[in-house]
């Protein structure tokens, strides 16, 4: 079994990440790694802190001579940020964690809650599912993640008729592949940022030859589609998660959504994929396609008072440093929560300590299925 617990503030000395139940022999490839985490890092609209993180992973645990050893990963990066916002914060952005935390954990003061509700956690949740991203890498199965949209502004053209996607990525600022949309998001947001406000928007995630079989429909809690959709919601924004086509097909009839089977050269097929790669909550070979919605960022300027928690009056809303949008990030940490989902349940299928082992069995598997 596969488990990732992080701890750590966001203006702390450092966040630290376990990984426990990888195998060993996966070789840790840092420039993998350093790339994962500078794209996390990167992406327009994004505040100053950014520039001022390098987020080099320290590993202390699980990893010997760059390879895995069975044993629990440990691995840090270290924060440079200083905190913008010294002293005590009373008045809670609506939107954020400041309010809840102040009600569950009796934490008066709302600068403590945003230590550890803060998205910096996501960073060390993205190194360890990059960790997760290399091992799928051994088995050929490839997760990537692009922006679909920012605010009103949409990305119209299909994944997959989109030659060389992830090169057009990599050169958009906002990680969205293609050109024109990325100059109409880039005005978007500097509308946004003009006025002084936040966008949210979505990411979509597509992970490609993953084996079928992952998952189950016996049991409620083994779907994959549960699971995959559990790992997006719990990047803080995400409020939504749409498997394949599933909002377009909400609005069709069965015959036009369904993907019916083919046989091409004696091979059967999918004519669509519009269920996204998944059925009764296992993976059916075809590419898994999942969108996550984002709200909008709740700091601003926009929002500039609410309630003074301890005189109950209205009271100005100090800024805290913010970014105006986090979609392209968002992706990347989507990126990173899908391959550790995936990598948990095709552990769970496959079983195995030591990664020759696993790359085995899922040949054998796949091998099995050519037949
Ligand atoms: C990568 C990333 C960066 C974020 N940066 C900010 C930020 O700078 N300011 C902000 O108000 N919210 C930011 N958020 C969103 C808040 O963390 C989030 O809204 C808050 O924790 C409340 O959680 P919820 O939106 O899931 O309800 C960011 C989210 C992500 C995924």
Known sequence: ????????????????????????????????LRGFMARRRGGYGRGKRMSVETDEPVFSGGVHDGFTTGAPIM?????????????????????????????????????????????????IRTLLGAICSLALRELNIEVFAFTRSIGKVSLNRRYWEIENLLGKRDNSV???????????????????KAKGDSLGGSFTVVAKNVPPGLGSYVQWDRRLDAAL??????????????????????RLFGS????????????????????????????NGEDIVLTAYLKPIPSSFAINSSIDLVSLKEAPLPYVRSDTVVVPAASVVGEAMVSFTILCFLLEKFGGDEFTEIKERVEVWRRKLLR
């Open 75 to 123: 691995v840090e990066l270290s924060n440079r940020a200083d905190n913008p916002t010294p002293g005590e914060r009373y008045v809670p952005r609506p939107g954020h964690a400041d309010y809840v935390g102040y009600i569950k954990y009796g934490l008066k003061d709302l600068n403590i809650v945003a230590e550890r509700a803060s998205a910096r956690e996501t960073a």
């Open 174 to 192: 906002l990680y969205c592949p293609d050109e024109e949309t990325t100059q109409l998001m880039i005005r978007e947001i500097e509308d946004a």
């Open 1 to 32: 079994m596969l488990r990732m617990l992080t701890s750590g503030e966001s203006h702390g000395p450092k966040i630290a990440g376990i990984l426990d139940g990888m195998p060993a022999g996966l070789k840790i490839d840092m420039d993998y």
């Open 256 to 283: 036009e959504f369904h993907d019916r089977f083919v046989v091409e050269d004696g091979v059967l097929k999918r004519s669509s994929n519009n269920a996204g790669g998944i059925e009764g909550g296992v993976s």
């Open 229 to 250: 959709g559990f790992s997006l919601l719990s990047i803080p924004s995400v409020k939504a998660v749409e498997i394949g086509e599933a909002i377009e097909g909400s």
